[in-house]
């Protein structure tokens, strides 16, 4: 049988090892995350953006780990003089307080003192007991292994950021937005003092009643500051004159709808994003001024984006989901930046780079510019007009429609569609989207768009890009013809060296419900959409007048970059020989040529069509009906020649059909078939043509060559013949 001092000493040592194990375990590792927490989204140099409350309902700023920022020096001094002198002695517990508060209380008859030491206060902010001495108990036992774990500074950290202010502020920093308007770092003696005093009593003294007591309790501490040597007297003497806190400010509200992103992507966290705050405030301004000028003409949301493009890559410096989304209106809550809009011109440029690159055609080659039917899809210029034949570039720079929805059709819309994809563009529908996806029949958001742009200008400024357009030679040749676009107020850096040189594209969406615009410079990318988040269109809606100016303005916010070099070297391209009439790579028959440098590509590309034997340009009839009305040199040229037809349909051209066209009978009311209109161009207007369909001879016509057929379901042969034999021939089909 045991003695009875062995068993007690044995009780003991189970005893002391079972209370240290309770008091190695007592803080587990998630014991400070328990508390609900706002998201804080802060920009690039860590300045607030915004602030969404906490699932309970209060102001609380997440703690940031490790590495918090550490505490303002005069915050510290306030908070430890006042809380506990001793803190930075003790080990979590202060015997001398706790012997003071038991006669305090004893003297009183009633608590007086609680003796809580900022430890200990921690341990209660973050897991709250009822206030009693075995409550106390706990919060010491806790306190002491606290201390064990956790530096000093560590521990004033986390008392900062969750002691309570008064209301459903929670924490020193969102009591310093919340009441000074500004971060801990710049608060003075006087703002110390009281945020110090303030979690004392937060529910009896507070910002709205009780302010003599406040008062009089931040000046004493301050006095107690002074006396300590913290504060020198002409300092001291100001901040007893200094007026107490009391008035609420609203949280900054900059990027609203990037901080909403961010809430719920990583809600209740510290969220560091890209935007450039004092860049942003700026910006908001100049879209909040358009966006009211806009809305009297209909038109009541504006986004816009600003990248910036260097080495490291692209990042958003500015985020404007909808401008002026305070107003209440219908869709102002709607992040548009991120919407699927109908693209209307803005993926030209990224179809003309795509074909450079293939060497589908060069920078000047002339590309038709006429009416055109592609199985029913007859698209039109904006100015409804045509130059029968105009040079790529020219093209990409006036915008012109017909001559994209050709280069479309020969580079292939799948291939284009496909490669939009492989480009960051994700593109709405997943089913073909036909011809019409150069001028806008496709869905985009403006920040993929922006985003595509920069990896032009990324190209251009030497950078590697992974993605489908990865040719620097034709990024530069398609920024350049972007940057002879004319600025909305008619002028442009041609004429006027001191304006900024931007290579900027437009675009349209049909019915008015899409307006665009996106410039590029070195180092830079600015989007802007303008139109109605409903889907709602407005007969005043143009990417030019509407989009435009508003993306100039924010050029103006960007300081100067010059512009974009060429890229130079073998690596790139080389000299090219090029027919200077048609922009083609020169042929046999050329005779005015020049050598450019061109990407390798090039030399893939198509031989000059329009120089036949002998040496004269000679364009299709078609394309040189509309070409002579602005090159009267090529008219008085065809008249003083022989006019020899060309290979690519001499001097006379069917117009409709085309070749392999698929054409419905039409039908009159009555039954009987209305027939369809077919139609010619002929570079001689004195010549007679003569229509046969199939084995059939349909008739003649002069001048205007236009001839009503009614030909049956089948597959039929139209041709066309004048009087000295020259002719042209289509097939097609009716159904």
């Known amino acids: 049988m045991k003695k009875p001092e062995t068993i007690f000493c044995h009780s003991l040592a189970a005893v002391l090892l079972a209370v240290r194990l309770l008091w190695t375990f007592c803080i587990p590792g998630d014991f400070f995350s328990t508390v609900p927490t706002s998201t804080v989204v802060v920009d690039r140099k860590g300045e607030l953006l915004g602030v969404r409350i906490a699932d309970d309902g209060q102001w609380r700023f997440p703690r940031m780990g490790e590495a918090d920022k550490a505490l303002p020096r005069k915050y510290v001094l306030a908070v430890v003089e006042f809380e506990d002198r001793g803190f930075r002695y003790h080990g979590g517990v202060s015997v001398k307080a706790a012997l003071r508060a038991l006669f305090q209380n004893i003297r009183g008859g009633r608590t007086v003192s609680g003796a809580s030491t900022i430890t200990m206060q921690v341990i209660r902010l973050y897991h709250p007991r009822p206030r009693t001495l075995p409550s106390k108990i706990v919060e010491a036992f806790m306190a002491t292994r606290l201390e064990s774990l956790l530096s000093k500074d560590r521990i004033l950290s986390l008392y900062a950021a969750a002691a309570p202010f008064g209301g459903n502020v929670v924490g020193l920093e969102a009591a310093c937005w919340r009441y000074l308007g500004r971060p801990p770092e710049e608060i003075s003696w006087a703002e110390a003092a009281t945020l110090a005093v303030l979690p004392n009593a937060p529910s009896s003294i507070n910002l709205s009643r009780n302010r003599e007591d406040l008062l009089s309790k931040r000046d004493r501490l301050l006095g107690r500051l002074h006396e300590r040597g913290y504060i020198p007297d002409p300092e001291y003497e100001m901040s007893l004159e200094e007026p107490l806190i009391g008035e609420i400010h609203p949280f900054p509200s900059l990027s609203s709808h990037l901080v909403d992103r961010c809430d719920a992507t990583s809600h209740g966290q510290y969220c560091q994003v890209e935007v450039d705050a004092s860049l942003q405030v700026r910006a908001e301004a100049i879209c909040k001024e358009r966006r009211d000028a806009l809305s009297l003409e209909g038109i009541n949301d504006l986004c816009a984006v600003i990248l910036e493009v260097d080495s490291t890559g692209v990042r958003e410096i500015v985020h404007i989901g909808n401008a002026d989304p305070l107003t209440g209106r219908v869709g102002a809550q709607v992040d548009i930046t991120r919407s699927a809009r109908s693209s209307g011109s803005v993926l030209k440029p990224l179809l003309y780079c795509a074909a450079l690159q293939e060497g589908a055609v060069l920078p000047s080659a002339l590309l038709p510019d006429v009416p055109m039917d592609f199985g029913g899809f007859a698209p039109r210029n904006y100015s409804l007009s045509y130059d029968g034949a105009v040079a790529a570039d020219e093209a990409l720079a006036r915008s012109l429609n017909i ?201 893939s590309s198509r031989v000059c069509p329009y120089h036949a034997e002998g040496g004269e340009f000679t364009l299709p009839p078609l394309m040189a009906s509309y070409y002579v009305r602005n090159h009267p040199d090529y008219g008085a040229v065809q008249r003083g020649g022989e006019g020899t037809p060309s290979q690519d349909g001499g001097k006379m051209q069917i117009v409709y059909p085309r070749e392999g066209m698929v054409l419905s009978s039409s039908r009159q009311m009555d039954g009987e078939d209305g027939g369809m209109i077919f139609s010619l161009v002929h570079g001689d207007g004195d010549k007679e043509v003569y229509w046969h369909l199939d084995r059939d001879y349909l008739g003649q016509t002069l001048g205007v060559h236009k001839m009503r057929v009614n030909p049956p379901c089948g597959v039929h042969t139209l041709t066309c013949v004048d009087g000295e034999g020259n002719e042209d021939r289509v097939s097609f089909k009716v159904i």
């Open 403 to 603: 001559p994209f929805v050709q280069l479309l059709s020969s580079f292939g819309v799948r291939r284009f569609a496909a490669l939009l994809k492989n480009e960051g563009i994700s593109l709405s529908r997943p089913v073909s989207y036909g011809l019409s996806l150069a001028l806008g029949g496709a869905e985009v958001s403006l920040g993929e768009i922006a985003r595509s742009y920069a990896s032009l200008a990324l190209l251009c400024m030497g950078q590697r890009v992974e993605g489908p357009l990865d040719d620097p030679l034709a990024a530069w040749y398609t920024l350049r013809a972007m940057s002879c676009v004319v600025r909305p107020d008619g002028l442009d850096s041609w004429t006027v060296s001191s304006l900024r040189k931007v290579a900027w594209k437009t675009g349209t969406s049909w019915g008015g419900r899409d307006a665009w615009a996106v410039g590029v410079v070195p180092g830079y990318v600015v989007g802007v959409w303008a139109g109605n988040a409903s889907g709602e269109g407005s007969p005043n809606l143009r990417g030019v007048t509407s989009a435009g100016p508003v993306m100039f303005d924010l050029f103006g916010l960007l300081p100067p970059t010059g512009e974009f070099s060429r890229p130079e070297g073998e690596e790139v391209g080389e000299m090219v020989q090029v027919c200077t009439k048609s922009g083609f790579l020169a042929g046999y028959n050329c005779k005015d040529t020049e050598q450019r440098f061109l990407p390798h590509s090039a030399l």
